[in-house]
């Protein structure tokens, strides 16, 4: 995995417990009995630095929160756990290279490219709920409820 700056390693570490958070295949965030229950470092929408798990800041854009992809699915992640935009937090994002056109999120019977694809993944945060979000670079997220890490994080 090559990693361009300090958001990528946090990215990369968040990812392997946000598979085990227990987030059901309906998109019910309701953590799962016995798994794990991540601890992300809580990050604010302006660029201010968060710890990561090695103690190094990680900073997102000033603007990530307010971009239109972004913001939409914070009001998903809301919906989905039935409180307001104002309390979901960006755990992480990162721009990440796809392995091919699931971006991430492959679904059963389905085909997909098997090129390369630029995008981005999203992580936001709710309580103990974790929710990716996967896109095109520039494209709207989706959620994955079922996400894989088949992606280079630095794209």
């Known amino acids: 995995m090559r990693t361009t ?14 598979s085990a ?4 295949g309906d ?3 309701s953590p799962t009995p016995g798994a794990p229950n991540p601890t992300l470092p809580a990050t604010t929408p302006a660029s ?10 990680a900073t997102l854009p000033a603007d990530l929160r ?52 630029e995008g981005e993944v999203l992580l936001l945060r709710t309580g103990s ?4 979000y996967t896109a095109h670079t520039d494209g709207p997220f989706g959620y994955c409820a079922t996400p894989t890490s088949d992606y280079t994080v630095g794209g």
């Open 66 to 117: 307010t971009r239109p992809p972004v913001a939409a699915a914070i009001t998903d992640a809301a919906e989905r756990a039935k409180v307001t935009p104002d309390e979901v937090v960006i755990a992480a994002w990162s721009p990440v290279t796809f392995s091919d056109g699931s971006l991430g999120c492959p679904k059963e019977g389905m085909s997909y490219t098997q090129a390369q694809v």
């Open 21 to 24: 958070c227990g987030l059901s």
């Open 48 to 57: 201010t630095a968060s710890p990561t798990p090695s103690g190094v800041a």
């Open 5 to 18: 700056s300090h958001l990528a390693v946090v990215l990369a570490l968040a990812v392997v417990p946000l």
């Open 129 to 132: 709920s974790l929710f990716q």
């Open 27 to 29: 998109g019910d965030p």
